[in-house]
């Protein structure tokens, strides 16, 4: 599959899974379950495609990377969660009610961010064999659906405004198309003499940045958010499961 067609199918993906929970009542009305079983596929699709590729590909390199970006990512969702804490306590006591929807920047920054580096590993991938971009694709295919609505699901509590949520939706839906084009853009610019070691250090560190940030999403904006959804903890961890039973049938079933 050329990585024209794979960039579109990955993309329109996106595009079609953020729109749901915001325009269609049936989506919408089951976000809550759609969000437990997007967040039990995207664990199982983590731990038991994505990340043994990356380790593969680099090692104890690919690992630091990979800690150090979570670190640091969780450092500043961290910092970012306090401010709006405290922020909230004094509009409280200034205006009488807390503001509990946050700010949904810190999410979207993140996210977009996310999608662009995933969007250069696709594209990089193509540069290192077939069998490796097929991998890519797949584990990108299958796990983009479950991100990209489960952020909507987020985003939708956050933001009553269409406007703002239109452009938040555009943000991301072009980050990863974006990220495929920058990508193959500096290729060109480079030429076509550019190492394979390069190239394969490129791959390993786009790849390690890509997987690193999306730990950080996972916990932080997909898994926690999710735990707080219902109260029947044997429910939640049920249909968590459901997504964990149907990523992994779709990881094993899947080529490459």
Known sequence: MSLLLQ???????????????????????????????????????????????????????????????????SYFHS?????????????????????????????????????????????????????????????LIGHKGYEALSVSVLLSQKIKEGRKFLACAVAYSLAFPIGVITTAALAHFLGAGMSPVVIKTTAMVVASVAVGSLAGCMIHDFLLPSIRHVKTRRLEAGWMLVGVALTMFFVVGAPG
Not at 83 to 110: A, N, Q, R, T, W
């Open 79 to 139: 910092s970012h969660v306090h401010y709006h804490e405290d922020h909230d306590v004094h509009e409280s006591h200034v205006h009488g009610s807390p503001d509990d929807h946050g700010s949904p920047k810190f999410l979207m920054i993140s996210m977009v961010s996310h999608c662009f580096s995933s969007g250069m590993l696709l594209y990089v991938s193509h540069e290192l064999s077939s069998r490796i971009a097929a991998s890519v694709f797949f584990a």
């Open 7 to 73: 960039t579109v199918l990955i993309s329109t993906l996106m595009s079609l899974c953020f729109a749901a929970p915001r325009f269609s009542t049936k989506v919408a009305a089951h976000s809550k379950i759609l969000l437990l079983i997007g967040t039990g596929g995207l664990v199982s699709l983590y731990f038991a495609d994505l990340l043994p590729d990356v380790l593969q590909l680099g090692g104890y390199s690919s690992l630091a990377i990979i800690i150090a970006v979570w670190l640091t990512y």
